[in-house]
């Protein structure tokens, strides 16, 4: 029976594309030497129509198509060997991500950091190693801010809902350029380029085919015309081919995935609108975009030494930047709409990758009353499963808040880092990283890797503080918060630690709030007790055995009884 793991089929995908791979590497090599001979064989024609007194355009007609047909055969094949490279590059990262070698290795999302968000710093949702690393497969930029934006602010259950049967059933500057105004949109201009362009070529092949000896003067009178034309809108032309010669790369992205989309049929309601919308304007926009990329080829090929000596007379720049224009005028006001589609596309795609790789991850269960969390066998997605320890945590009717007590390094960070991933993911459409995880619309706010600035001359103190009024503020938003406070406010005094913090906590349940705190400074475990049943305590615990201390990593009940701060200063020789 064959395997049908992730790992056993992202194999067989990328050794069955290895091989298309070398096929067309074959291919390439053999158009690349045909080519090369046909301009061998154009200069040997232009030597013999010279020795022979005969015009040399009419002598290179021949050559010239053949040139241009391998051109565009050579460009078919180039995009192939490209599109196969991707895939091979794409099961090659599949692998790394289920063999937990992927961090550094795809897109961080840098780009989508920003210092005031109220928790994308402190759960890591971007940077190396981050969770759009891990989730992303996108290709292009809209792709990636569709993701992006999921993760940096939760979408509504129903939202949710649908994006789940998506996920299940898949397992702006491009934007800007289309709806430019034309470059070079003169009707008059573009139809006596056409035809002065097509009496050139019919006037060269009347002076070598036809006996009266005036299609010689016809001829060269025909060359000074198109020459003034060429000279007159070349520099237009050239503008118009470097913008559309970057739009068309990224358009090629674009062309793939919406080839898939327009071929598949869905079931899933959100999938079935996004094909709806692409196909019922007009012509599939994969098909638009294969026409562009054919022009392109043509836009390209004047780059030939043989082009650039026929340029002037077949204004081979001119048309095909006319033709480039009129594709821009008809289809460019629908880009934004396909990168749209896309983006969303390859979100859900990024997010259908993760949950085909984590078969035994659920999806959460949406609760309309709350607030509540309630998971069960909950770990952090980004640490490996043999490394990742499991804890059930959930706070829910009368419960508002949990006091995490422990020692250093035994924990506390992570599971407040666990509770907020894994409501990142719920909220975004992606499986979660547990047993099972029943969830409320909420707001995350978190105060877990706070640091002071240098530059802008604040403290570690000021800055945490100036968190918490954000995460504050956040209470008046519709949903109500989920705060996870690491070490809290420990940047001033016991005493007003201890006051500061019992304050904010009951400030923030007061409005609705439910969260956790974590401290190894036993004061803040008694704000459990004068929150009563609205409370909990919970500790992690360590010991030590023949001089080193270990760690387990379980949540337990109650509060720690002890401290392991001067054993680990013991532990690396110092005296206290």
């Not at 565009?72 to 063999?99: I, K, M, T």
């Amino acid at each position: 029976m064959p395997d049908d793991s992730p790992r056993a089929e992202y194999g067989r995908r990328q050794a069955s594309r290895r091989a298309v791979g070398e096929r067309l590497e074959r291919r390439h090599r053999i158009l690349g030497n045909f080519r090369l001979l046909t301009a061998i064989a154009a200069a040997i024609l232009i030597f013999l129509a010279i020795t022979r007194g005969a015009p040399p355009a009419f002598w290179l007609i021949f050559p010239a198509c053949v040139f241009v047909a391998l051109l565009v055969v050579h460009a078919q094949v180039n995009r192939e060997r490209a599109r196969c490279a991707r895939s091979v590059a794409f099961y090659e990262r599949a692998l790394d991500r289920l063999d937990n070698r992927w961090a550094g290795r795809g897109e961080t999302g840098e780009r989508f950091k920003h210092p005031l968000h109220p928790y994308a710093e402190d759960l890591d949702l971007f940077g190396p190693g981050s969770l759009f690393e891990l989730l992303s497969t996108a290709r292009t930029r809209a792709g990636e801010e569709m993701l992006a934006n999921w993760l940096r602010a939760p979408s509504p259950p129903d939202v949710l809902r649908a994006r789940h049967q998506a996920v299940s059933e898949c397992a702006g500057s491009l934007a800007e350029w289309g709806e430019r105004p034309p470059v070079f949109d003169q009707p008059p201009a573009r139809l006596a380029i056409a035809l002065l362009s097509t009496l050139a070529v019919a006037s060269f092949i009347a002076w070598g085919a036809l006996p009266w000896k005036g299609w010689r003067e016809v001829a060269l009178a025909l060359v000074l015309i198109n020459a003034f034309f060429y000279l007159r809108f070349r520099q237009r032309a050239d503008h118009i081919a470097e913008s559309a010669g970057e739009a068309a790369h990224d358009l090629a992205l674009l062309s793939q995935v919406l080839a898939r989309l327009e071929r598949e049929i869905f079931s899933a309601p959100r999938l079935v609108e996004l094909k709806t919308a692409l196909v019922a304007a007009g012509r599939p926009p994969s098909f638009r975009i294969r026409k562009l990329q054919r022009l392109m080829a043509i836009v390209e090929s004047r780059e030939h030494i043989i082009m650039h000596a026929i340029d002037p007379v077949l204004l081979w720049t001119l048309q095909s930047a006319l033709a480039v224009e009129s594709w821009r005028k008809q289809s460019g006001p629908a880009i934004r709409a396909w990168l749209a589609a896309v983006g969303e596309m390859e979100a859900l795609s990024s997010l259908a990758s993760y949950a085909y790789e984590h078969p035994a991850d659920p999806f959460p269960e949406f609760a309309e009353a709350g607030p509540l969390f309630e998971g069960t066998g909950l770990a952090h997605p980004l640490l490996a499963e043999d490394r990742a320890v499991r804890n059930d945590v959930a706070i829910s009717g009368e419960l508002r808040l949990i006091v995490v007590s422990g020692s250093n390094m035994s924990g506390k960070s992570t599971l407040l880092r666990t509770v907020g991933i894994n409501a990142v993911l719920a909220q975004c459409g992606a499986p979660v990283r547990a047993a099972s995880l029943r969830i409320s619309p909420l707001t995350i706010g978190a105060s877990i890797r706070i640091l002071d600035s240098l530059q802008d001359g604040t403290s570690h103190f000021y800055a945490e503080i100036t968190r918490l009024k954000q995460i504050v503020d956040l209470t008046q938003g519709a949903r109500p918060v989920l705060f996870l406070f690491d070490e809290f406010l420990q940047g001033t005094n016991s005493h007003d630690r201890r006051q500061g913090a019992e304050a904010m906590v009951r400030g923030l349940i007061d409005r609705g709030a439910i969260g956790f705190l974590t401290t190894h400074d036993l004061a803040l475990s008694e704000i459990a007790h004068g929150l009563a049943s609205k409370a909990a305590n919970m500790h992690f615990e360590d010991r030590l055995e023949n001089g080193k201390l270990l760690f387990d990593y379980h949540l337990r009940p109650g509060v720690v009884q002890r401290s392991n701060a001067l054993e680990l200063m013991r532990s690396l020789g110092l005296d206290v």
